[in-house]
């Protein structure tokens, strides 16, 4: 167990970050405040957020920066984000975002941003096969022989084929991505905060270069 670390985790879909925040969140004992997952719950419980985003995310397209921005402002002033810190994954995705998140944790600052480095053929290929559990979040490669239904072996949710994980819609997120999040490269690398980790290997290789780059910060 290592002490705790404010971390944001940037990277195409389907680069790896899911399956890293989890191995991230035990190690470092942080909360994992993915920003997809909690939208997604939104739409599963029918809540006035959920109901304002379904179209948006399923059509792949990004949702208002004032939404996000309330969202994330009320999760990590939750008394586990304030003690212990968190990674951040999907947010900020956008220069405002990171703006308005820079503003709300002057006393609480980021530690790092990982840039999850991936090419893009390597993520379509990734997000084809990618199923992710309803329930905690584990994402999964679906094999020739994919089980139907699918039960989650970590905490026995339904592992499904996203809704936004279409030819159209991936592509569309990924032309997004370099649009709108790619500033967010250059933006944290001004301010002296950003470290690109090669997301090109296995789960463990990748894992091992992000905590050395945490540990080296923090
Ligand atoms: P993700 O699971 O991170 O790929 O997010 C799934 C979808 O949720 C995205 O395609 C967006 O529609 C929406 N979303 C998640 N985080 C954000 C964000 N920070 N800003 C805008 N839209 C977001």
Redesign the pocket.
């Known amino acids: 167990m290592t002490s705790g670390a404010r971390l944001v985790i940037l990277g195409r879909?389907g680069a790896g970050?899911?399956t890293q925040c989890v191995r991230l969140s035990r190690h470092f004992v942080v909360p994992h405040i993915?920003?997809?997952?909690?939208?997604?719950a939104a739409v599963r419980e029918d809540t006035e957020v959920g109901v304002a985003?379904k179209e948006?995310?399923?059509?792949?397209?990004?949702?208002?920066?004032s939404?996000?921005v309330a969202?994330?402002r009320k999760r990590v002033n939750l008394d586990d984000a304030r003690t212990r810190g968190y990674i951040l994954?999907?947010?900020?995705?956008?220069v405002v975002?990171a703006q308005a998140f820079d503003e709300m944790s002057t006393d609480q600052p980021l530690d790092v941003v990982l840039d999850l480095v991936v090419p893009r053929d390597l993520v379509l290929q990734r997000l084809s096969s990618r199923r992710v559990c309803r329930d905690c979040g584990t994402n999964f490669t679906a094999p020739a022989d994919e089980p139907r239904p699918w039960t989650c072996e970590n905490c026995g949710g339904d592992v499904v084929h996203?809704a936004?994980d279409t030819p159209d819609?991936i592509n569309r997120?990924l032309d997004?991505y370099e649009s709108q999040t790619a500033p967010l490269i250059e933006f944290y690398g001004l301010t002296g905060r950003l470290v690109e980790i090669d997301g090109v290997g296995s789960p463990d290789e990748v894992f091992l270069r992000a905590t050395s780059a945490v540990d080296a910060r923090c």
């Open positions: 879909q970050k899911g993915s920003t997809g997952d909690m939208l997604r985003v948006i995310m399923d059509s792949g397209g990004l949702v208002g920066d939404t996000m969202l994330v994954d999907g947010f900020p995705r956008t975002q996203r936004d819609a997120r997004l």
